[in-house]
């Protein structure tokens, strides 16, 4: 079970491109049609240098992860883990072309009781996101639960 020693613990870094297909891809899945994530002249009109990625899209980093096992390194029985939140603060702007690193580190360890008995875990992770140009952009904060036994 994890506890509050775990708290700044740095769980890696990795370093990914945003790619003109992949913003396409992730608009389409959120059913987005605004050109501005498609068409260049849409962007710029809109104000931006490139293609802005969609909200959320810095999700799509996970797929860059080379054998990733944060439930285990955090010594959670993935079992009895659920994803309980994720929320995103926005620093700047992400357009294609950009290189994001992703560095990742726990932020905090509670626990409570849960309504249905037995004790829940709650393990806070962040991850900044900084651009090429070492920006911060974006930083997501998810919320791992391990339910008790």
Same mark, same amino acid.
């Given at each position: 079970m994890a506890d509050d020693s @775990? %708290?700044?613990r740095d769980l890696g870094t990795m370093t990914f491109p945003v790619d003109r297909s992949k913003v396409r891809e992730f608009a389409r899945s959120l059913g $987005? /049609? $605004? /050109?501005v994530? %498609? $068409?260049l002249d849409a962007a710029r009109a809109a104000g931006f240098t490139d293609i802005p990625v969609p909200p959320t899209f810095v999700v799509s980093s996970a797929h860059w992860r080379e054998e990733d096992n944060m439930v285990a390194t955090l010594g959670l029985d993935? &079992?009895?883990v659920l994803h309980g939140e994720c929320g995103w603060e926005y620093h700047g702007p992400v357009v294609v072309g950009d290189e994001l690193t992703a560095s990742r580190r726990v932020s905090g360890v509670s626990t409570r009781e849960g309504r249905r008995g037995g004790t829940m875990t709650m393990v806070s992770i962040e991850t900044d996101f900084t651009n090429q140009r070492g920006e911060l952009v974006v &930083?997501? %904060?998810? +919320? @791992? +639960?391990e339910t008790g036994g």
């Open positions: @775990l %708290t700044g $987005d /049609p $605004d /050109p994530y %498609t $068409d993935l &079992r009895r &930083r997501q %904060t998810d +919320v @791992l +639960v």
